[in-house]
């Protein structure tokens, strides 16, 4: 199950509670918890009326700005349904682009894999090794 965090639940400590640990900018609008058997296994934090830099298409648009799996959930689609629920999401409230920028470090293949498995490409930025990605709403 996928639901909206609660008011009282803060999207770092959701998010420390799968393993992710980087601090999240604490204007993130939306967060998605997805839950097995009552327990956490995956949270995804995002934007939904940022403005940014090489963007294709005039604003608003959605920034996922952080999702994680907890470690012994991952592999099973969590991941792939959280975004899909933010782009759902997004769509719903007229964004047509939903963007991201793969964490850098060990293992960006894998992430930049991921996410285009997930339907997003790489969109031209010449500041970034693993370009920014864009995904149609």
């Known amino acids: 199950m996928i639901r909206y965090a609660h008011a009282d639940e803060s999207a770092d400590v959701l998010l420390a509670g ?3 640990s980087a601090p999240v900018p604490s204007s993130a609008g939306v967060v998605f918890v997805a839950e097995v058997d009552g327990a956490t296994v995956g949270v995804l934090v ?7 830099p090489c963007a294709p298409v005039p604003p ?4 996922v700005l952080a999702v ?7 592999r099973r689609g969590v991941g792939r349904a959280l975004l899909d629920r933010f782009v759902a999401e997004a769509r719903a409230v007229g964004v047509r682009w ?3 920028l793969p964490e850098e470090g060990p293992g960006v293949a894998g992430r ?3 996410f285009r498995a997930a339907g997003f490409t790489p969109v031209a930025d ?6 920014a990605m864009g995904r149609s709403s």
Do not use: K, T
């Not at 994680?68 to 991952?74: E, F, H, I, L, S």
């Open 126 to 131: 010449p500041d970034e090794q693993h370009p």
């Open 18 to 20: 799968v393993g992710y």
């Open 60 to 63: 608003p648009h959605g920034y």
């Open 46 to 52: 995002g934007v939904l009326d940022g403005v940014g």
């Open 68 to 74: 994680a799996v907890a470690p012994g959930r991952r």
């Open 98 to 100: 939903v963007f991201l």
């Open 112 to 114: 930049v894999e991921f």
